[in-house]
């Protein structure tokens, strides 16, 4: 298949913002993620100095950061946008489909291109003069409108699943509101305690002796050896197979108070501070990262209803207002114990469970059809884009 120039299919338009008066839609480049767009309400005044762009429907943007895969075809209710520098804005040009180039722009063709060409000491990303060396296999109108019904179809397909699981996140919301109430307003009358009395072990990256003795008795390692050593972006990515650490047999038993066997809840203490996790049974033996805290919990409470009420609107709010750092983000051990949360008898939390316990097996199921597709749609783009 022949290689053109980008250029042949886009144009970068730099149509600059004009002092204008009321208020306009702002987009930054980390308010667009998948197919919805987070805007804020600007005034030109108020504008960040970086929102400087003026979008019109069917035009592209593109994020230039490398390693960033956001695209956006601009349509009725988002044009007129302001957005900001670090999007390409970019004109269809004539003999070209502006879904096909939508599709071309979120493959791995075009990503790939764009990571190779970008630059910068500090945040590298693609300057208007390298995105013009990029190439686009050069394809008729009629085969490209053959491969936008072919990728909008599959396309499709991804967006429903993802609706579907969105839908089943609101419906627990819904049901949690339900049994307990808007705990910001306290509707129910619940008594609130703290954190602390639902706890029966909060630990860290624990060995007995000092820091000095810890360092000298364990090292991680990249090869597989006896326990898993879980870390923050172990959790992140709910991944325990690809890039992870390990620590020996002698090791594991010296952190004894710092393993892990599945069902407790962890939480960041540094970097992304009050991160919360539930952590799920693995086949080997498991022990803490050095960034988080390890917290299982007396009779009294529920391991699911905790961890979605601290997930919850009103966790996330608590658990923030317990942060403390201007660079480095700190939770400290009393201030998670000293969260003030709704005395639930028991027997409403596990109800609640049981409807959670549901829908995250549904869930599940979801998001493993939803990789389907998601492998099938990223299929599909190799077969039509492959030069």
């Not at 939770?331 to 969260?339: E, M, P, Q, T, Y």
Request: charged share 25%; no cysteine.
């Amino acid at each position: 298949m022949r290689q053109v120039s980008i250029t042949k299919a886009v144009k970068i338009k730099n149509q600059r913002i004009k002092p204008f008066n009321g208020e306009k839609k702002y987009l930054a480049t980390g308010g667009l993620v998948g197919d919805k767009i987070e805007t804020e309400i600007v005034t030109y005044k108020t504008k960040p100095s970086r929102a400087d762009l003026l979008v019109t429907e069917s035009q592209l943007i593109v994020a230039r950061m490398k390693g960033t895969n956001k695209v956006l075809l601009v349509d009725k209710n988002t044009s007129d946008l302001i957005v900001s520098t670090g999007f390409l804005v970019l004109d269809v040009q004539e003999g070209w489909h502006p879904r096909f180039l939508f599709h071309y722009l979120v493959s791995s063709y075009f990503q790939e291109q764009k990571d190779r060409l970008s630059i910068g000491a500090t945040q590298k990303a693609i300057n208007n003069e390298k995105f013009k060396e990029i190439l686009i296999p050069e394809i008729s109108f009629e085969d490209q409108k053959r491969i936008v019904k072919i990728l909008d179809e599959a396309d499709a397909l991804r967006q429903k699943r993802k609706q579907a699981i969105a839908l089943l996140d609101d419906y627990l919301k819904s049901v949690f509101l339900e049994m307990f109430g808007d705990l910001f307003k306290n509707e129910k009358g619940w008594k609130f305690f703290d954190f602390g009395n639902y706890i029966a072990l909060l630990t860290d990256y624990h060995a007995n002796g000092s820091y000095q003795m810890l360092k000298k008795n364990v090292t991680l390692l990249s090869e597989p050896n006896y326990a898993l050593m879980i870390r923050t972006t172990d959790l992140e990515n709910d991944n325990y197979t690809s890039d992870v650490k390990y620590i020996d047999q002698h090791a594991y038993n010296y952190l004894e108070k710092s393993k892990v066997f599945g069902g407790e809840i962890i939480i960041n203490k540094i970097g992304s501070a009050g991160k919360v996790y539930l952590m799920p049974k693995l086949n080997r033996p498991v022990s803490l990262g050095m960034n988080a805290f390890l917290l299982r919990f007396k009779e009294a409470a529920n391991v699911n209803f905790v961890y979605y009420l601290l997930t919850s609107s009103y966790g996330e709010a608590i658990i923030q207002k317990k942060i403390k750092g201007a660079v480095t983000k700190t939770i400290r051990k009393d201030s998670v114990r000293g969260l003030r949360v709704p005395d639930v008898p028991i027997d409403m939390q596990n109800k609640f469970s049981v409807i959670y316990e549901k829908s995250t097996i549904i869930k599940q199921r979801m998001l493993v059809q939803s990789e389907e597709l998601e492998t099938q749609y990223l299929a599909l783009m190799q077969r039509e884009f492959a030069a």
